[in-house]
Structure formats: C-alpha cells, structure tokens
C-alpha cells in the first residue's frame, strides 16, 4: 500500500546517469499543416537529460510536434532523475499539483503502487500498441514492480570492460584479445599491474570499477550462477555460496592478487583516463566520452564471464500518468513515437545509450553508424546477454548494503561471508517489515 513518508531508498539508489557522447547533427523537423489552438492538444513532459543528451531530446521532442500538429509536448529539464522523483513524489502525495503527462525516470516501476502511473501494457498491448516480443526481455523485466509492467524502457546501458590497448602492448599482451572470464582477468590485471618507478609503490593498476560497485557486483553474483532475490521477492539471496564466492574473487582482486586498489572507485575514471589503470569496469553510457578524452587507443569488451555471461541494464524509464483519456492516449502517441525502432536507434547512435530492439544491429543506419564507430558493436552484441534485475521493495536498501559489503571486504574488515551476511540481514529484515 502507497504511504506518504519520504521518497523511498529504492527510488533513490535506482538513478543510473548516463553519459554525452560526441555531438552530432539532430533530426530533420517534417512540416505539417498548422491547426487551430483549439485542436491542440499539450502535454507537459518532465525530463532528466542534460548537455548534449538534453539537446538530443528537445530536438526529438520538435520533430514530433512538427509531425503531430494536434499534439504538442512541452519538454522541461527537471534536474536528475532523484530530483524527477522528490518532484513527482510530492505531487503525488499533495494532490493539488497534477504530475505530468509524461515523466523520464530512473526507478519508475516502484511508482507503480502510489496508483498514480498507468501499466504501459495497457498501451502496449492495446489496439495502437506495439509488438513486445521484437523487445528484449530484460527491459520488460527492469520495468516490472509486483508483477506489471509500469514503464516503457528509453535511456539505459549495462557495465561492459573498457582497456587500455597501448597498456596491453606494453605488458605483452595481445590488444585485440581482453580477458573473456574471470581467470583471463586476472591474469591480465597481473601483467598491467606495475611499479614503475622502484620505489615499492604501485604506480599503475591492472584493473578497477567505477563507484557503482553494487552494480558489477550483481552482475559477478549472477555469472556465477547466483540470483539477487528469490521469485516471490521476499528474501535477498545474495548470501548464497554463488555469491560469497564472487565477492571473494572481488576481494582477491585487492588482497590476494594485488591488482585492484582498495576503496579507490570514486577516481577510477580519471585513473584509466590517465594511464594509470589497464582495464575498467564502467557504463556503456560512458562510451563516446571516453573515446573522446582518452590519449591513448580505447578497447571494449564484454564482461568476463565465469558460469555464464550476464549484463545487467541499469537505466531510466518512461512513465505515463493517470488523467483524461484523450491525453493518456495523446501521451503514449508520444512515448510510442520516442522508443520506436528508428527512433530508439537514433537516440542511441546520438547518446551512447542502448538500443532496445533485437534487430537493432541489422538496421541500415546503424550498419552505416559501426562503419565510424566499431566499438559500439560489442556493446549492442552484449544485449544477448542481458538481463533486468527485479525492481523489488528494497531493491535500493539492497544495492546500499551491497556496496558496503565491497568496501568491507576490499578493506580487509569483513569476509565475504560476513559481510554478505550481515547485508542479507538488514534487507531482509526490511522486507519482513521488521
């Protein structure tokens, strides 16, 4: 049941940022009879995306009211996706202020109990629908909270491996082949690691992550053959040998075989754009800018896998609010027209974010977009692998108390079994209601 209490934890830790590629030209606006202001419809669109990614949107939004005169979106940068949410959530809770017809959000599944959103399916799945098997899976499930889906996937990326092909020469390994599993990691990470200077310290590390360590985390949990939560979302699972096992090899990374530096996540980007790290664990929303502010040449790669290969998407969402029927319908006119295959794919050659079709790779623009930009192919490839993690109660409880059990471990002050368990513990116990 919907409370009024404070926007819940879940929401908060569920706000993935992306990042803004190179820029490039925005659509070309199609010309369309002008009608009269009282066959306008208008609805009012909140979004998120800022700098270059906001520029591609706003200019998205203006090929559609040029191509549907009867009904003109008002695109409004509303802060990050934390921000979106505190909005949304007072409004909600307020009931004078109406939300608006259309929202960007991260977490957006979770407002699906205040009884305020409308299950996309009814749009999906209506007579102006679309067809959601030609959709990959993991999206619907990203978007699903109790067992509907809320939201329509939009802007989203999974971890993938960037490397430093220069380093790789150096150590005297080969650039055009990065470690495929755990063991081949480690490896590598051992010949990248180095001292550079002989005064005992290490100067270069062979591997790291950016600070979304509850992320990466998940994705080792579920290669090795763990899950997150059980099927009926009333127990964390990530006590379970499978995942003790992958934050032991986490740990391994910083004290067993020294390639990792422990706790050092917030400055890991800057590091690997330094020159001072070999291989990164990051977003594929981070693509373009990489290639874009690294000196050196940029490799990328799938997730090494163990047991099985897993990317978890992380991401935001569209959201359409309860109102009148014609702006309901008018609003996923709107949504339907934003996530259309041409238009999804034009979103991501432009932001550096996912495609979410299956067929995106055969689409003749994105062949003529690979030929300039090969390494975004090994990100779309890894969609075979992907896979949405639940959107549960306490899913932002959990991905806090995840990235404490790293740090702990990282620093030596927890075994894995400890600090999993000790994580387990406070979830659970919130999602008993304890």
């Known amino acids: 049941m919907f409370r009024k209490s ?7 830790a569920l706000l993935v940022a992306g990042c803004a590629p190179t820029p490039t030209p925005a659509p070309t606006p199609t010309s369309a009879p002008a009608p009269t202001p009282a066959e306008v419809l208008k609805l009012e669109f909140w979004h998120a995306m800022g700098g270059h990614n906001g520029e591609v949107l706003e200019d998205m939004v203006a090929k559609f009211n040029q191509e549907h005169p009867h009904i003109q979106v008002e695109a409004t940068f509303q802060g990050k996706y934390a921000e ?36 996309i399916t009814d749009f999906t799945d209506g007579p102006n629908g679309i ?20 939201s329509m996937p939009f802007n989203n990326s999974m971890p993938i491996l960037y490397y430093n092909k220069d380093l790789f ?23 990248l690691t180095k ?27 579920l290669q090795n053959g763990g899950r997150i939560i059980n099927d009926d979302e009333t127990r964390v699972l990530y006590d379970s040998p499978e995942a003790v ?67 978890p998407i992380g991401g935001a969402s ?29 979103w991501a050659m432009h932001t550096g974010y996912i495609p979410i079709y299956k067929d995106a790779l055969q689409a003749p623009e994105m062949q003529e977009f690979l030929k300039d930009n090969p390494l975004y192919k090994t990100v779309v490839e890894q969609l075979e692998y992907s896979y949405g993690i639940p959107v549960f109660s306490e899913l932002g409880t959990s991905d806090t108390e995840l990235r404490k059990a790293v ?20 979830v659970n116990e919130a999602l008993s209601g304890k």
Do not use: C
Request: charged share 25%; aromatic share 10%; glycine share 8%.
């Open 6 to 12: 404070a926007i819940p934890l879940a929401i908060l």
């Open 169 to 191: 020469k150096a150590a005297g390994l080969d650039p055009e082949k990065p470690p495929r599993t755990w063991d081949e990691l480690v490896e590598a990470a051992k010949a």
């Open 318 to 346: 569209l959201v359409i609010f309860k109102g009148e029927e014609e702006r309901m319908n008018a609003a996923w006119e709107f949504v339907k027209w934003l996530t259309s295959p041409e238009n999804s794919n034009y």
């Open 84 to 119: 979106i949410a505190e909005k949304i959530w007072t409004a909600i809770q307020a009931g004078a202020v109406p939300p608006p017809d259309v929202a960007q959000m991260g977490g957006a599944p979770m407002f699906g109990e205040t009884g305020a959103l409308v299950p």
């Open 407 to 426: 740090e702990k471990v990282e620093l030596g002050k927890a075994t894995p079994e400890e600090a999993l368990a000790e994580a387990a513990r406070v």
């Open 245 to 311: 096992e992958a934050l032991q090899f986490w740990g391994d990374l910083v004290n067993k075989y020294k390639v990792m530096p422990p706790a050092q996540h917030k400055g890991a980007k800057n590091d690997f754009l330094a020159g001072k790290v070999g291989m990164l664990m990051r977003s594929s929303a981070g693509l373009f800018s990489t290639l874009e502010q690294a000196s050196f040449e940029v490799g990328v790669a799938m997730l090494p896998a163990k047991k099985a290969r897993v990317a």
């Open 131 to 150: 067809d959601r098997t030609k959709i990959y899976d993991a999206f619907w499930a990203y978007n699903t909270a109790g067992g509907r889906i809320w």
């Open 195 to 221: 001292d550079t200077d002989g005064d005992g310290q290490i100067d270069q590390w062979g591997f790291n992550t950016t600070s979304s360590t509850h992320w990466y985390l998940s994705a080792m949990i």
